[in-house]
């Protein structure tokens, strides 16, 4: 970028002298005088060195425009390549059956409705799409669009509760986007979708669960907030 901007300067420079000095060729008392080996008249002179300075300036804020580009372009770059978004405020990380993308549970959290409402990611951590939520039980148009919480649940002393539907079988869950009829769902590169599902609530003298999500091995004794 600055070998471009010292170039296009150059030109500019060379240009403008050009242009000054064909507007001051007939003036009958100019003087002449050299500049960068060059005849130049006295107004030819003073419109070249304004130039010259301009372009020392202008060279001046390229480079440092350049180098914060630069950096913002390195940190955008390690934000997107983390292999572990989100996961230092996380209740832990499992790889997903699809390579390349992780399962991150984000919270377990008891609410006043009596249930647990469960958080978690998708996280794609490679340069091209990856597919999720295809081997989801959610195989029809009906219950395609919540087929990456479709098969949630969560153990408790070896009692199972399993994802929340109100009276009209729809799932108290999110919903994926993309085609209804299709449970899978194509996260594109280093992006991170997030989702929820509500199940039973345990005992209140319950603390911690064994939370399992499809696709991911089972995220064990995790604290209920």
Same mark, same amino acid.
């Given at each position: 970028?600055?070998f471009?901007a ?5 030109? %500019?420079e060379?240009?403008c002298c050009?242009v ?7 003036a009958?008392?100019?003087s002449?005088?050299a #500049?960068?080996g060059?005849s #130049?008249?006295?107004p ?6 304004l /130039?010259h300075?301009?372009?020392?300036i202008?060279?001046?804020l /390229?480079?440092? %425009?350049?180098?914060?580009s630069l950096?913002?372009? =390195?940190l ?5 390549w983390?292999p ?5 405020a996380? %209740?832990?990380?499992h790889d997903y059956? *699809?390579p390349?993308?992780?399962? =991150? ?9 009596g249930y647990?409402?469960l958080?978690?990611? $998708?996280?794609?951590t490679t340069?091209s799409?990856q597919t999720?939520g295809k081997d +989801?039980g ?6 395609g669009? @919540?087929? %990456?919480? @479709?098969?949630? $649940? ?7 509760? &399993?994802? =929340?539907k109100?009276q009209?079988?729809t799932?108290?869950?999110?919903t994926?986007?993309?085609n209804?009829g299709?449970? +899978? $769902? ?5 992006l991170?979708? *997030?989702t929820?599902?509500k199940v039973?609530?345990?005992g209140?003298d319950v603390? *911690?669960v064994?939370? #399992? =999500?499809r696709?991911a &091995?089972p995220f &064990?004794?995790?604290? /209920?907030?």
């Amino acid at each position: 970028m600055a070998f471009l901007a010292r170039s296009v300067c150059g030109r %500019l420079e060379s240009r403008c002298c050009h242009v000054f000095k064909r507007s001051s060729k007939h003036a009958a008392s100019a003087s002449s005088t050299a #500049y960068h080996g060059q005849s #130049y008249s006295q107004p030819d002179l003073v419109g070249c060195s304004l /130039i010259h300075s301009l372009k020392g300036i202008n060279l001046m804020l /390229i480079h440092r %425009l350049s180098r914060l580009s630069l950096t913002l372009a =390195i940190l955008c770059s390690m934000l997107a390549w983390s292999p572990n978004v989100s996961s230092a405020a996380s %209740l832990g990380v499992h790889d997903y059956s *699809t390579p390349g993308v992780q399962v =991150i549970l984000l919270s377990v959290k008891r609410t006043s409705d009596g249930y647990l409402t469960l958080r978690w990611a $998708y996280h794609n951590t490679t340069s091209s799409p990856q597919t999720i939520g295809k081997d +989801s039980g959610a195989q029809s148009s009906t219950n395609g669009p @919540w087929s %990456l919480a @479709w098969d949630v $649940y969560v153990v408790s002393a070896g009692t199972k509760y &399993e994802l =929340i539907k109100d009276q009209t079988g729809t799932p108290l869950a999110g919903t994926k986007p993309g085609n209804a009829g299709d449970p +899978s $769902y194509a996260l594109g590169p280093h992006l991170t979708f *997030t989702t929820w599902a509500k199940v039973p609530a345990p005992g209140k003298d319950v603390t *911690t669960v064994t939370v #399992y =999500i499809r696709g991911a &091995e089972p995220f &064990e004794d995790v604290p /209920i907030s």
